[in-house]
């Protein structure tokens, strides 16, 4: 629905950055589908989008992936359930309120020389840009690492489309979105991420300030 999309594009890359584990799904040949979840990273080249990272080899994802390069990338945050009794008209469907982008496209494995260079994004990135940190790529020990990237692969996936809702109460009335943020505060850590969320966007549905 168009209510529930981001039209800053930029928003939905910083939702990628800001939420980088994500569930990579699949099939093999035989069309079993298989999913992993691990960090991958959105990047802009030429005028085109991927998404690199890097996962273990010769287990059953990665003989999927090598058979059927067809792949969907899921990232997702914190969720709620939004109860229909917060609404002004509490006479209709409960419902959940969420935030998740989709991108599909073919999944590329990689060499050796683009395994050190994601080992080193990801370490760094992860450890808030602290390349004195012990467990920053460069500062392992060779006989380390070197085992280590025997077992792992690298990967790109060249998005060809993506897609994305963010689900956040933006089709009901400013009486029913502002009782939705208030009840959503007094929950746990999650409905108080989408309250957040809402609030965010409060100015640019009704506009005009008030968090």
């Known amino acids: 629905m168009p209510h529930f999309k981001d039209l800053?594009?930029?928003?939905?890359?910083?939702?990628?950055?800001?939420?980088?584990?994500?569930l990579i799904t699949g099939s093999d040949s035989a069309g079993i589908p298989f999913?992993?979840?691990?960090?991958?990273?959105?990047?802009h080249e030429n005028e085109k989008m991927y998404l690199r990272g890097h996962m273990m080899k010769h287990n059953d994802h990665h003989k999927a992936f090598s058979e059927n390069p067809n792949t969907l990338v899921v990232f997702s945050s914190p969720h709620s359930y939004v109860s229909a009794t917060w609404y002004d008209n509490p006479h209709q469907a409960s419902t959940w309120n969420y935030m998740s982008v989709h991108a599909r496209g073919l999944i590329k494995f990689l060499d050796d020389i683009h395994l050190i260079s994601i080992l080193e994004k990801t370490t760094l990135h992860f450890e808030d840009g602290?390349?004195?940190s012990s467990t920053y790529f460069h500062n392992l020990s060779e006989k380390y690492t070197k085992p280590l990237m025997r077992a792992i692969v690298?990967?790109?996936i060249e998005i060809e489309t993506m897609e994305h809702?963010?689900?956040?109460?933006?089709?009901?009335?400013e009486a029913s979105y502002l009782?939705?943020?208030?009840?959503?505060e007094?929950?746990?850590?999650?409905?108080?991420?989408i309250a957040d969320e809402m609030k965010k966007?409060?100015?640019?549905?009704?506009?005009?300030?008030?968090?």
């Open 8 to 22: 800053d594009e930029k928003r939905v890359f910083e939702f990628i950055a800001d939420h980088p584990f994500a």
């Open 35 to 43: 999913a992993t979840q691990i960090p991958v990273f959105l990047e």
């Open 130 to 132: 602290n390349d004195r």
């Open 154 to 156: 690298a990967f790109e």
């Open 165 to 173: 809702v963010f689900k956040l109460s933006q089709n009901k009335n």
């Open 179 to 184: 009782n939705i943020i208030e009840k959503l």
């Open 186 to 193: 007094s929950r746990n850590s999650s409905s108080q991420f």
């Open 201 to 211: 966007r409060y100015s640019e549905l009704f506009g005009k300030e008030k968090f």
